[in-house]
């Protein structure tokens, strides 16, 4: 519609035209100008800013220390996400905070980039070896710099037994929490066991040696599946054997 506009304005045939700067769309005219379209233009994505060296030299120095983030992405004209990103990739990490900084012990449970505790084999193994010392939830939660609930949440999944009854240590007094005695009725109430499903250990007692072969978390995730499979309305086991069946009776027939 404005070309026929244009046209008509000035009695002579035009013809679209892209300008040099690839930006605008305009028509030719017939003195050579050009008659741009300021209303369709067309953004242009800035091209990708890479990384150089002083800026990866600069993100080096500060992101592991206590400098804020966004100071720093001022500082290198990017975005959060960015620096973040290019920091993940190269694989640093924030400096601990709050539990976690005060915490003498935190080596023992790994920690994700945000500073999450990661319950893998060997957190839970290096809990097991603190509750048969009979320390105290709050105790562990200080020791690794966490909540005295993730500690117990921590315990429950991995199958610990209970302590009621049993004098608890508040508070370990030596700089080796490993060097106090284990206790002999805990620790015989805790028979290792690897999950089939998780592949992380858990305990049982001795009397469920035999019984028990999944943790808390792989009996939900099979309860999962199990609710999953019977959300159909035929379980595909039983049409596999119905196909099975009906072929090999039409096989013999």
Known sequence: MLAEIVRRASGVTTRPLWNSSLISYGFLLPGGDVCPLPDLTIPLRAPARGWGWDDISYLVATYPKATRVREIATILGRTLSSVRGKARRLGMRRPLRGRARKSYLHALVPRSASGRAIWNSVAIENLA?????????????????????????????????????????????SGDPMAAPENAVISGQMIRKTCSITRRPFYVRPQDRKRVHFSLLGRRLLRVRAEAENSFDVHPGILMQTFSQSHASGVHA
């Open 129 to 173: 070896a603190l509750w048969r010392r009979l320390y105290a939830p709050t105790c562990i939660a200080r020791m690794l710099g966490l909540t005295p609930g993730a500690v117990s949440e921590a315990a429950r999944r991995a199958g610990l037994p209970e302590r009621a009854g049993l004098p608890l240590i508040m508070e370990c007094r």
